[in-house]
């Protein structure tokens, strides 16, 4: 399906969403999908959030269209460099809107944080459609680590 850039727009994630993003985080792909593929307690999450929302190096947003919550996208940023986590609420997936919070982000986190030159985004072999989205967004492959139990690729932006 075609979705129109336009009609979305990403909001910084706030103490309310906590058990938002709890309950994305916690979801059986994110969880697939993450390089600590265990379930997150419920306490660790609180902690983490709280702190996250102190960390002036970490940005988290929440992709909306109108007032609906679709999906998460957080920078952890280091000198010049921003790295991805994100992902799209399960019921929203395979509508192109992986590609559209990718775009916004990187907008925004250059705008939030002028410092940032380069975004990084480590993607797991097996996670097809995420690679899928950064190479739409123009990200080239940097290198491949491999684990013992799984691949990663790394992309990065300039
Ligand atoms: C990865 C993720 C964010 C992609 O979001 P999405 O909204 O489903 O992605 P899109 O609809 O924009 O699709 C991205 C690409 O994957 C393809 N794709 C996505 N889901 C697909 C499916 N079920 N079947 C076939 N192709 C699929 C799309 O066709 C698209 O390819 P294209 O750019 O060549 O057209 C989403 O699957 C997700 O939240 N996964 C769990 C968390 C995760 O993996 N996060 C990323 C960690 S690096």
């Known amino acids: 399906m075609q979705q ?47 702190k996250s929302l102190q960390n002036k190096d970490r940005f988290i947003y929440i992709l909306m269209k109108d007032d609906l919550p679709l999906g998460q996208i957080r920078f952890d940023v280091s000198d010049e460099e921003a790295e991805i986590d994100y992902s799209i609420d399960k019921a ?31 993607v797991k072999g ?4 995420s690679q899928k989205c950064f190479i739409r967004n123009g990200f080239e492959e940097y290198g491949k ?6 691949e990663i690729v790394e992309y990065r932006k300039s």
């Open 145 to 150: 680590i491999s684990d013992s139990d799984y």
């Open 4 to 50: 129109r850039k336009n009609d979305f727009y990403l909001r910084q994630a706030n103490s309310e969403d906590m058990m938002l993003l709890f309950d994305w985080v916690n979801e059986k792909t994110v969880r697939e999908n993450s390089f600590s593929t265990d379930m997150i307690s419920i306490d660790k999450h609180k902690e983490w959030f709280q």
């Open 92 to 122: 929203y997936r395979n509508k192109g809107i992986g590609n559209i919070i990718i775009s916004l982000g990187i907008e925004r986190i250059t705008k939030d944080c002028n410092r940032v030159k380069t975004i990084v985004a480590k």
């Open 126 to 129: 097996t996670n097809a459609y």
